[in-house]
């Protein structure tokens, strides 16, 4: 099965990642991606989905987490990252080696920590398997199936008879029919 990154949080305050099970009350159900325990999670917890997180590159755009994670597990093969308690330099000289572009003023070392901390726990949960993305799959769809969906767009709809308008309603409310009270002896 595919891991869709969205689906994927990081919440301010608790170790590890999460997975999104259900909307609750007032919350959402996680369920850890280490020991498998679920949890409810109120309204003020602080969640990040980790589609939302990339990394600062030295170019025009940001490199998305799922990028990110993608190379390193190129880069690594089977191979774990290296540990997120390692120095600050020996992060560096990793990342150097997987994104050479990133950002090395504003990709900081606990961020560095993170993004090893968390490729490990997806590593573990054998979920380093992403879904494309909607933008890309439209891309790779070929001309003729864009065209066969065209037509069949065109053809469900179906022509509205003339005069089947409903009438506009403005903001107001109707009023209340008026009801007589009379007193009979």
Same mark, same amino acid.
């Given at each position: 099965?595919?891991?869709?990154?969205?689906?994927? %949080?990081?919440?301010?305050?608790?170790?590890?990642?999460?997975?999104?099970?259900?909307?609750?009350?007032?919350?959402?159900?996680?369920?850890?991606?280490?020991?498998?325990?679920?949890?409810?999670?109120?309204?003020?917890?602080?969640?990040?989905?980790?589609?939302?997180?990339?990394?600062?590159?030295?170019?025009?755009?940001?490199?998305? %987490?799922?990028?990110?994670?993608?190379?390193?597990? /190129?880069?690594?093969? /089977? /191979?774990?990252?290296?540990? =997120?308690?390692?120095?600050?330099?020996?992060?560096?000289?990793?990342?150097?080696?997987?994104? =050479?572009?990133?950002?090395?003023?504003?990709?900081?070392?606990?961020?560095?920590?993170?993004?090893?901390?968390?490729?490990?726990?997806?590593?573990?949960?054998?979920?380093?398997?992403?879904?494309? #993305?909607?933008?890309?799959?439209?891309?790779?769809?070929?001309?003729?199936?864009?065209?066969?969906?065209?037509?069949?767009?065109?053809?469900?709809?179906? #022509?509205? #008879?003339?005069?089947?308008?409903? #009438?506009?309603?403005?903001?107001?409310?109707? =009023?209340? =029919?008026?009801?007589?009270?009379?007193?009979?002896?």
């Amino acid at each position: 099965m595919k891991t869709d990154l969205t689906k994927i %949080l990081s919440v301010g305050g608790h170790p590890g990642l999460y997975r999104y099970l259900a909307q609750s009350n007032g919350g959402v159900v996680v369920e850890s991606m280490t020991d498998k325990t679920r949890k409810w999670m109120g309204p003020s917890a602080r969640m990040t989905s980790l589609s939302d997180i990339s990394v600062y590159t030295t170019m025009e755009d940001e490199l998305k %987490l799922q990028d990110v994670f993608t190379k390193m597990k /190129d880069f690594l093969k /089977d /191979d774990p990252a290296p540990d =997120p308690k390692s120095t600050a330099e020996e992060m560096a000289g990793f990342f150097d080696k997987v994104i =050479p572009q990133y950002d090395k003023d504003r990709f900081y070392s606990s961020h560095m920590k993170k993004v090893l901390d968390w490729y490990n726990i997806m590593k573990a949960a054998n979920a380093l398997d992403f879904e494309k #993305p909607e933008e890309e799959e439209k891309e790779e769809s070929s001309p003729v199936q864009e065209s066969h969906e065209k037509h069949t767009a065109k053809s469900a709809k179906s #022509p509205k #008879p003339a005069g089947s308008k409903a #009438p506009k309603t403005t903001g107001a409310k109707a =009023p209340k =029919p008026v009801m007589k009270h009379t007193t009979q002896k």
